[in-house]
């Protein structure tokens, strides 16, 4: 087949496409682009290209690890400036990338999530119990609530830290930190070089909120190093300060064990408080997917407290987080680039090096990969039945191949364990049953004004 122009849209002189691309919708600003262009397209920023696939034929070619292999877009290259080399902005070319991957990958496996079991449970009952005496007229906000579970889950279970988030009015200074520096990192991607030179305040700004990251990891290793865990007790930042490259034999550096932490406090909350939030907007859409979940919760639990054993039991959970993730995936893209010169689709040609972007709520939303009712919520799709019919590389919410999510095992399970107590302990409704989702994007996306009122059950736990 002839090689034929990859679609874009005209671009405008020096800016490119910048225009053409609404950036308060985050990655949904391309998605419109993507629908009004098709499923690969050009997007030019400044002088910078970026390829965007949506289709699962697309993305599952560029899948293909033999070819294609993970790169930094723009905008991970400004999370580097405080991720530095941890795991998520590292290149898979630096040794740092690999001796981390060997020595971390085993702390996030089976063996250690029933560890981390108990740290996760702690965290989940201190919300709930802080629900319960809110009382049933309370109107919770949703994503608030979640990003404290979740920021205190991953502090606890990676490195027995307690940020006590649900016992404080104002966030701890790390997320605020966090959250304008993810937001800034977005800004910066979008300007030109130049434009971020001269803007004093936001540098400035930046500068002292990635200091404030670096004290509190800083803070922690310092503790530990004082204190350091009771034999049998250690957690990850342990494997960290001690555990040798089974490959070279050499330990993490100080430097970069502060990057994994900041990455880890980091990559590991603002996604699954996003899932989480995203799952309970959906339960509440659909009465009878609720229903569903409630008896397999009541069938399993019944009036025991949720032990690591009950997980397995709940398949129905686990199908409502997967679909939750497919229709809001809140990672939302990915960038690979091929290895060498190549040709997508048999007619595109690729430079080795460009930058391709998977997008992911397009991807989860093909209608070839998953049938005409594809933007319906149906979690029956990821029912044992049918999940082994899903095509390859239709669901990608944890990236691709060896860059995929470590914490995934952590994520599903830390979810599906505050769910299963949700559901055990509560009736809940939408505080405003008016609601229409509004989307709050950063580097994740999660629904913003979502607020829900709980009301005991009668159930003695
Ligand atoms: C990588 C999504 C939870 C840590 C990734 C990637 C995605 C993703 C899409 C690949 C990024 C890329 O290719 O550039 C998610 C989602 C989560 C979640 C949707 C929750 C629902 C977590 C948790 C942790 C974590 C709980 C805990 C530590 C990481 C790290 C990487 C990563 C360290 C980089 C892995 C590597 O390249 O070696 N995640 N993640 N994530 N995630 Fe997650």
């Known amino acids: 087949m002839p090689s034929i122009p990859i679609p874009q849209p005209p671009p405008h002189p020096l800016v490119g496409n910048l225009p053409d691309i609404d950036a308060s919708k985050g990655v949904f600003g391309l998605v419109e682009v993507a629908e009004q262009y098709g499923p690969i397209v050009r997007i030019q920023f400044f002088n910078r290209a970026t390829i965007v696939v949506s289709s699962q034929r697309l993305v599952n070619e560029v899948c293909d690890e033999s070819r294609f292999g993970k790169v930094l877009g723009v905008s991970l290259r400004e999370v580097r400036e405080f991720a530095g080399d941890g795991l998520f902005t590292a290149e898979t070319q630096e040794p740092n990338w690999q001796k981390a991957h060997r020595i971390l990958m085993p702390a996030f496996g089976p063996a250690a999530l029933k560890r981390m079991f108990d740290g ?8 709930l119990l802080k629900w319960e005496r809110l009382g049933p007229t309370a109107r919770i906000d949703v994503p ?6 979740t920021l205190d889950t991953i502090a606890l279970c990676s490195f027995s830290y307690r ?11 790390f997320v605020g930190a966090m959250v304008r520096a993810l937001v800034e990192s977005r800004g910066r991607s979008r300007r030109l070089p130049v434009q971020n030179k001269i803007m004093l305040r936001r540098r400035h700004q930046l500068q002292e909120d990635n200091a404030l990251m670096f004290e509190v990891a800083d803070q922690i290793i310092r503790d530990r190093r004082r204190n350091p865990s009771p034999a049998g007790r250690e957690d990850i930042l342990d494997t960290m300060l001690t555990a040798a490259d089974p490959v070279t034999g050499e330990r993490l550096s100080e430097e970069n064990i502060r990057y994994q932490m900041v990455t880890f406090l980091i990559a590991g909350h603002e996604t699954t408080s996003g899932l989480l939030s995203f799952a309970l907007y959906e339960l509440l859409r659909h009465p009878d997917v609720l229903a569903t979940a409630r008896a397999q919760v009541d069938e399993v639990l019944g009036t025991e407290s949720a032990r690591f054993e009950h997980l397995p039991r709940l398949g129905y959970l686990d199908q409502i987080l997967k679909e939750t993730l497919r229709l809001w995936p809140t990672a939302p893209a990915f960038n690979v680039a091929p290895y060498e010169d190549t040709t997508l689709d048999g007619r595109y040609e690729i430079p080795a090096g460009q930058p391709i972007l998977v997008l992911l709520p397009q991807l989860h ?5 998953w049938g005409e009712d594809a933007d319906l919520f149906n979690p ?3 029912s044992p039945e049918r999940a082994a019919a899903i095509p390859a590389n239709a669901w990608k919410p944890f990236g691709n191949g060896q860059r ?14 505050f769910l299963a107590k949700l559901l055990q302990r509560f009736e809940i409704t939408s505080a405003d049953p008016g609601y229409t989702l509004q989307i709050k994007h950063t580097l994740t996306m999660k629904p913003e004004g979502l607020f829900i009122q709980v009301r005991r059950r009668d159930v003695r736990i």
């Open 380 to 382: 029956d799709r990821f």
């Open 404 to 417: 995929s999510c470590i914490g995934r095992g952590f994520a599903l399970q830390e979810a599906m364990l």
């Open 120 to 127: 996760m449970d702690d965290i989940a009952e201190q919300l």
């Open 365 to 369: 939303r093909d209608k070839a990969a």
């Open 163 to 173: 940020f006590n988030s649900l016992y404080r009015e104002d966030m701890h200074p």
């Open 144 to 149: 608030d609530n979640t990003t404290r579970l």
